[in-house]
């Protein structure tokens, strides 16, 4: 691993060498995305995030509603990628809340305290925050378990992440028209679609980066459009076009996206849209929290249980 990338490990406070060296070990066949292309889309977001606003903050909301659900009550929270939308939801809520965002420009548009960082390399010291947000944030990130494991390290013990994530299915129409469209037109067809994990995959995901307590549900928020080039103008807009390093980076043909878009199902003269989310909380392990019993602690046995008694049915 370069100098230059230890630097910037210690930098970000996380001291310690497992995290660059997996980014390290990483080749460039491994790497999905290109953060590159995810900063300039963010970069382009931030004239047009507001027409978006309604949805992203429908999501957050729905995120958020979880911390209703704990008597635990935060007082540091780390906004990531927000997008305008989250911060206030928080600092609403009595919070002081720090902002990030792969895009400088992005960062500042919310309104309070704000670095840019890129998710893949935090800049946060260990214990830094009690409570971190990342509402449709990560999706775009090359090494998703590396960055949990960060935002773990800048939790304080028993500190929650909230985090959600475009899930199997969201958006899976339009990958399937604009597959068929380019496969009519050109006879093959290029990956225009980010993949997204299965549910049952993320809860995974949160106790691989050491979480405590990991749970993993389903939220989903329909969209009607009036008509489907709406629906590619609200991805531009969002900062959500493909970032694939393999993606096909010809201009299609002037035909592609009429004959996709013309192959949407419609629901009573409109374009339905269902997003799909993954809703993640897990906990920063902490003293006080629940613990498993040990191995062979357990004071009956299940055969007792199992054995036939007076009054059990044979």
């Keep these: 691993m370069g100098a230059d990338r230890w630097q910037r490990t210690r930098a970000a406070g996380l001291g310690k060498l497992r995290r660059g060296v997996h980014i390290g070990a990483m080749s460039d066949a491994m790497l999905m995305f290109d953060r590159h292309a995810v900063r300039l889309h963010r970069d382009r977001a931030v004239a047009t995030v507001g027409q978006v606003s309604d949805v992203l903050r429908e999501a957050a909301e729905r995120l958020l509603d979880r911390l209703d659900d704990t008597t635990r009550r935060f007082t540091r929270a780390l906004d990531v990628g927000g997008r305008g939308v989250v911060a206030p939801l928080l600092r609403a809520r009595q919070l002081e809340v720090v902002s990030c965002d ?35 944030a990560l999706h775009w990130v090359n090494d998703l ?26 958006l899976a129409e339009l ?42 549900d389903l ?16 991805l531009r807009a969002a900062g959500e076009t493909s970032a694939l390093r393999l993606r096909d980076r010809r201009v299609p043909s002037r035909a592609l996206f009429p004959l996709a878009l013309s ?5 009573a003269d409109r374009v339905p849209v269902a997003l799909r989310l993954a809703m993640m909380t897990g906990w920063a392990p902490g ?22 008694g007076p009054g059990r049915l044979d």
């Excluded at 840019?116 to 214990?127: G, K, T």
């Excluded at 378990?145 to 909230?162: F, K």
């Excluded at 067809?189 to 993320?202: G, H, I, K, Y």
């Excluded at 040990?294 to 249980?305: E, I, K, N």
């Design 102 to 136: 792969l895009s400088p420009a992005m960062a500042a548009g919310n309104g309070g305290p704000a670095v840019a960082a890129d998710e893949e390399w935090l800049p946060f010291a260990p214990a830094s925050f009690d409570l971190v947000v990342a509402s449709l």
């Design 175 to 216: 990958r399937q028209a604009l597959t068929e469209a380019e496969a009519a037109l050109t006879g093959g067809a290029a990956p225009r679609v980010s993949p997204f994990p299965e549910l049952r995959d993320c809860a995974g995901l949160l106790q691989r980066a050491g979480f405590a307590l990991p749970v993993a």
């Design 287 to 308: 003293p006080d929290q629940p613990k498993p019993l040990r191995p062979g602690s357990a004071r009956a046995s299940l055969a007792d249980a199992l054995r036939p």
């Design 145 to 170: 378990p590396g960055a949990l494991i960060q935002l773990r390290q800048a939790l304080r013990p028993d500190g929650l992440l909230l985090a959600s994530l475009p899930a199997l299915g969201t």
């Design 219 to 234: 939220e989903e928020i329909r969209l009607l459009y009036a008509e489907p080039f709406a629906l590619m103008r609200d």
């Design 263 to 267: 192959r949407l199902p419609t629901e």
